[in-house]
């Protein structure tokens, strides 16, 4: 009998199913014995918790196009691990004896930074544990590509397309907020694609006056309105240069007058007289269903990582590098974040385009 626990945590993501999916249906159709699949609700609270279902491929038929998750998600901080819940529960024994009681012989983790610090603390408790890379941020170390990202970079950039109609009509500038915590991939890339005049993002600080000056640009050679994208972490000059403990201040200064930070922009270049508006996307970036290339790529993980389960191989993350899947070593990737290189192509191409970063 080969016995395998799923579960989803953290923010959710379009492609969790297709995942999940992809690994299902690898191990049923080439493992030689017998399955049972369990299903751990609502991430790992539900793995120490005991809550889980037992599973057939029939739960995973038809819901490769389906966004969210079937076992729904949670967030469970890695930095409380060890700190007993508020019920006394001590979380890492908790977990251990759920997956001995069950006798599992693997446990997937779908999930993002936080999710996979837990894995790698799972894996080094000795449980087989696989990881696979989700969350729209795309700021996953050791992986070119999250899955979720390609579907948020598609609503981000369909949200964009819509906006710039309206803002075209009235002459406005809209600062469009896009999601991403503290990285800036989906920013830059539905920027992009959806045809951005400022593109702000937490690894490039940006000065307002420069941020100014490209809409007053844009408007002195005829563009009768100005479309901002700015990552939710974006930064400026002034805030990047503080040190960290005054640095922390200053945000906390700027979430008391703000909801976020594209009021303060809106504010800062309402000032010239122009007309200006906000766009927050918010969470639906993270909605509805994966695109087409999400769901490859997640079905691409899903298999690859009940491959490595069948090899009987444990204790990685799921990874595409330069193309190729592969698997990283649990302790290589669970202490970074892959942050969007300012000197890469992409943003020395939009650049050349003509886009502003205000820098
Ligand atoms: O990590 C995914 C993400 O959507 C981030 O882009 C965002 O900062 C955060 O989650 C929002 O978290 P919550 O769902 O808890 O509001």
Known sequence: MLRIGLLTSGGDCQALNATMRGIVKTILNNAKEPVEIYGFEDGYQGLIYSRFRTMTWQDFSGVLTQGGTILGTSRTPFKLLDTPGADGVEKVPAMLQTYHKLQLDCLFVLGGNGSTKTARRLSDEGLNVIAL???ID?????????????????????????????????????????????????????????G??????????????????????????GGRFAIVAVAEGAISKEEAALPKKEYKKALAKRAEKYPSIAYALAEQI??????????????TQRGGRPDAED????????????????EGKFGYMIAKVNNKMCRVPLKEVADKLKYVD?????????????ISFGD
């Open 342 to 354: 300012p000197k890469s192509d992409l943003v020395r191409e939009a650049k050349l385009l003509g």
């Open 270 to 283: 309402a000032k010239t007289g122009r007309e200006v508006r906000v766009g927050i996307p918010g969470h």
């Open 138 to 194: 795309n700021d996953t170390w050791g992986t070119d590509v999250t899955f979720g990202f390609p579907s948020a970079i598609d609503v981000a950039t369909r949200y964009l397309d819509e906006i710039k109609t309206t803002a075209s009509s009235h002459g406005r500038v809209f600062v469009v907020e896009i999601m991403g915590h503290k990285v800036g991939w989906i920013p830059l890339y539905a920027g992009i694609a959806g």
């Open 196 to 221: 951005a005049d400022v593109i702000l993002i937490p690894e490039i600080p940006y000065d307002i006056d420069n941020v100014i000056k490209a809409i007053e640009k844009r408007n002195a050679d």
């Open 133 to 135: 890379p989700k969350t």
């Open 295 to 310: 769901r490859i790529f997640a079905t691409q993980c899903g298999v690859e990582a009940a491959r490595g389960c069948l």
